[in-house]
Each structure stands twice: as C-alpha cells, then as structure tokens.
C-alpha cells in the first residue's frame, strides 16, 4: 500500500474540513487506519484510528468530539471529518495502516496541510 491524502487548505477557525486518504484504489476495508498530524514545530501525534473487523473509532483528547474518522461504502477511502476547527489543529494531516505512531511506515502519505486562520 502507498497512501495519498487530499482535501487540505486555508479554514478559518469554527470551519470544517474533510480530509481524504486512498491507496490507488486498492480496498482498505480490511486495514486498520490511523490519522496522524505534525504541526509546524511540533512533534508527529495521532489523532484518531478506525480498527479493521468493526470500524470502532478512537480519538485523541485533543480533537474528541469535533473530529470523525469514517469509512466510504466502497471501503477504498477513509475521510477525517474535521469540525469547529481551532488554530492549534494547523498541521500536516497523513494516514497510515496503524493506528500507533511508531509504527508508521514508508507507506504513509506525503500529508496534506490544514491551516486554520482567520
């Protein structure tokens, strides 16, 4: 699997965004997937993870409740719903078939940038 994320760019804060994550079309209904961010600065952090056998979501503290992780019916793309956005969530968004940062891999995207400013 290689993966590539689209759907990044400018917001303002109390927008939304849904960010995509595809690999070439291939099926991912049987991958775990996990979304990651590094803001300009900062160290990489997970931000939430949909498991393989039951599509149960996890989510960082820091987005709880303001972010959704879901799958499309084809099972070939993970969205990330991103609501009421915050400065703080201006970051490079990637996915990769884990849902634990130490695990991720070369198959991860290049990332797509999310910057939340007024």
């Known amino acids: 699997l290689q993966f590539v994320e689209s759907g990044g760019g400018l917001v303002q804060p109390g927008g939304s965004r849904r960010l995509s994550c595809v690999a070439g079309g291939f099926s991912l209904g049987n991958y775990t997937i996990g979304w990651f961010r590094q803001a300009p600065g900062k160290a990489h952090e997970g931000v939430g993870c949909?498991?393989?056998?039951?599509?149960?979501?996890t989510y960082a503290d820091s987005v709880f409740g303001r972010f959704t992780i879901s799958r499309d019916n084809a099972k070939t793309a993970v969205y990330l719903q991103m609501n009421s956005l915050k400065s703080e969530d201006t970051a490079v968004y990637y996915c990769?078939?884990?849902?634990?940062?130490?695990?991720?891999?070369?198959?991860r995207g290049q990332g797509t940038q999310v910057i939340v400013s007024s």
């Open positions: 949909i498991r393989k056998n039951d599509d149960l979501t």
């Open positions: 990769a078939a884990t849902c634990y940062l130490n695990d991720v891999d070369a198959s």
